[in-house]
């Protein structure tokens, strides 16, 4: 009996211990489930600022005024006086075709015209005469003296001999035409620079057969370009491109010339699109934007690579914040999610999504305020605010995970660090 005794209060002290230490756990995670999450930020201070927005880009140099010339006849070259990067002024001689078959049929067509003029002069010639006769038959017939029979063949002769001569007359135009081509053709057996500029490419040589056609593309046979007058031709991605427009500034780095800078202005953005990897998850969609570069110091070439980044709008003295600490949520999620519709008055979907609105983080006592804003231009590091915040309120700036994920209306946060970055208040 003594021994039932003693492990009957073993058991007590076992399960009693149990107990206890099971109490001891709940409250240890109750007290801990009331504690409050404290999160550490960075701040900065919405101040006004100057803010100008940038649209970067990449592309090459070109010529603004370059010309491809191509023959329009076929033959052998006979003369190439120029080679390439010689500088040649407008109307210079640059090849000269063999023109030996465009003589001939030049020569051709006028013996053809000569020959069509004599014979409209004897057409003229038997015309007066059967209008004289006509006119004389006509007389006497007036007075009796001739038949109707003599006056009606008078008058059938005239109009034939009348339609002779028309017909001629045209023949005669014809063969002028004929000799004004073919003289056209025989001066387009020489070719003539048509601009002041320098022979950027020469691809035939002299001997050699060339192919033309005023229809099609003839051979290529050389450019020539102004080298004083350049521009930048970049691609500017679809979502920017109606940001550009024509006077726009922008400062262009040319790869070849890295310690230099190029000032230009935007003097065309492109209406047709530009597509890329069409029909697969790469596909882009670009829009050439071309920029003439003003000051040109150094002797640039076509080809050259180049990153623009042009000044599309600059706004001065206007509130800004950091731009990484404004970020998108639902103003009232428990209202729906991102897939949510908004309802009408009535209590139906209307079918129209709820869109996150921007919003910022406001430090006020240790704790965070959900502010919603309206945002404007940026630029790299700063966003301009239209509506929402006044200067001097403390924003929440960093770092990027507590603004997109943890900060919450209400949280309370401990701040890092203070102070401006990367700028001054202007």
Request: proline share 3%.
């Amino acid at each position: 009996m003594a021994k039932s005794g003693k492990k009957s209060k073993k058991k007590l002290f076992i399960f009693g211990g149990i107990g206890a230490l099971l109490i001891i756990i709940i409250v240890l995670l109750a007290t801990s489930g009331d504690k409050e999450e404290i999160i550490p930020v960075q701040t900065e201070k919405a101040a006004k600022r100057t803010i100008t927005q940038v649209v970067s880009a990449t592309g090459k140099i070109y010529p603004v005024y370059q010309v491809e010339l191509r023959p329009e006849v076929n033959g052998e070259i006979v003369d190439l006086p120029v080679e390439e990067g010689d500088f040649v002024k407008k109307g210079q001689l640059l090849i000269r075709i063999k023109p030996e078959q465009y003589i001939a049929q030049r020569n051709q067509a006028k013996a053809q015209l000569e020959s069509a003029e004599a014979m409209l002069k004897v057409r003229e010639a038997a015309l007066i005469k059967v209008e004289l006769d006509y006119k004389r038959i006509k007389g006497l017939n007036e007075k009796g003296l001739s038949s109707e029979q003599e006056l009606e063949t008078a008058h059938a002769n005239f109009i034939q001999n009348q339609g002779q001569y028309d017909s001629q007359k045209a023949t005669v135009a014809q063969f002028k035409e004929n000799l004004a081509d073919a003289e056209l053709q025989l001066a387009k057996t020489t070719i003539y620079s048509p601009i002041d500029g320098r022979v950027t490419q020469l691809l035939v040589e002299k001997s050699e057969r060339v192919l033309g056609s005023s229809f099609s593309v003839g051979t290529h046979l050389m450019t020539v370009a102004d080298l004083d007058k350049m521009e930048a031709r970049v691609e500017v991605d679809e979502n920017d491109v109606v940001l550009v427009s024509v006077g726009d500034t922008a400062n262009v780095e040319i790869d070849a010339f890295t310690a230099e800078k190029f000032i230009g202005i935007v003097s065309q953005t492109g209406n047709s699109a530009k597509t890329s990897g069409m029909g697969t998850q790469d596909e882009v969609v670009n829009f050439e934007v071309r920029i003439r570069i003003v000051n040109k110091d150094f002797e640039l070439r076509p080809g050259m690579s180049c990153d623009a980044d042009i000044e599309t709008e600059t706004k001065i003295d206007v509130i800004s914040i950091p731009i990484q600490s404004v970020t998108a949520r639902m103003l009232n999620p428990a209202e729906g999610s991102d897939d949510s519709e908004a309802v009408s008055p009535n209590g139906k979907s209307n079918g129209n999504r709820k869109k996150p609105a921007e919003v910022v983080f406001v430090v006020e006592e240790s704790k965070v305020k959900q502010v919603e804003v309206e945002t404007g231009i940026s630029n790299d590091t700063y966003i301009e605010v239209k509506k929402g915040l006044d200067t001097d309120a403390e924003i929440v700036s960093g770092p990027y995970s507590a603004i997109s994920k943890d900060l919450d209306d209400g949280k309370t946060v401990t701040i890092q660090s203070k102070g401006t970055k990367g700028g001054e208040k202007k």
